[in-house]
């Protein structure tokens, strides 16, 4: 119930934005990290690839700021990875196609979506990072960060700075969420449903959009 008042204070937000500005609708662009033969980091117990989790919360992504009246736009549409073919060199054709859809969306924000994995299997949560040169994605990163920090039963994050090419595409606010670790038995597990990835979705939204306000 509570989220069903969350989403449409969410989406009154949004048709605020849009109709006050009498401009365009904001462009957000969703970037699901790795696809193709690049599966990103490996779950620890189910094996679980981090670029099908990645996807999966993207289209959910997508669904909520559609829903809201945003323009959403995903880089990475489908498992394919964004290179052509996978010859040397994939990872920066990949990283530079991303850039050009960023570039060509006229993106107002971009919020990449990757999981994490670290030595010690006990760190869990979802961590926003953001690039040190930039306050608006600074500012972005706390809404995103205060807003999954606020989930039941996670583990709370600080928001980070860090050099990361996606980081550098754009002027507009950009940040990376890692939505969990999936060196983490208890992020893994979470991460293989449908649920906990529309409720991270949901979250990083809720975020986004309180950034606007
Ligand atoms: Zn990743």
Known sequence: MAAVIIISAAAGTAAHIASANTAPMSVVVIDAGHGGIDAGVR???SGVKESEINLAIAYRLRDFFDGAGFCAVLTRKSQAGLYGLPTSGFKLRDMQRRREI???SGADMVISVHQ???FDGARRGAQVFFSPDSQSSKKL???IQNSLNAMEGTAEHSPLAGDYY?????YAPSVIVECGFLSNAEDEALLNTAEYRRQIAYAIFAGSVSYFC
């Open 116 to 118: 994490n994995f670290y």
């Open 166 to 170: 996606m980081l550098r595409c754009t």
């Open 102 to 104: 960023i570039e060509e």
């Open 43 to 45: 779950g620890k117990v």
């Open 141 to 143: 990163a706390a809404c």
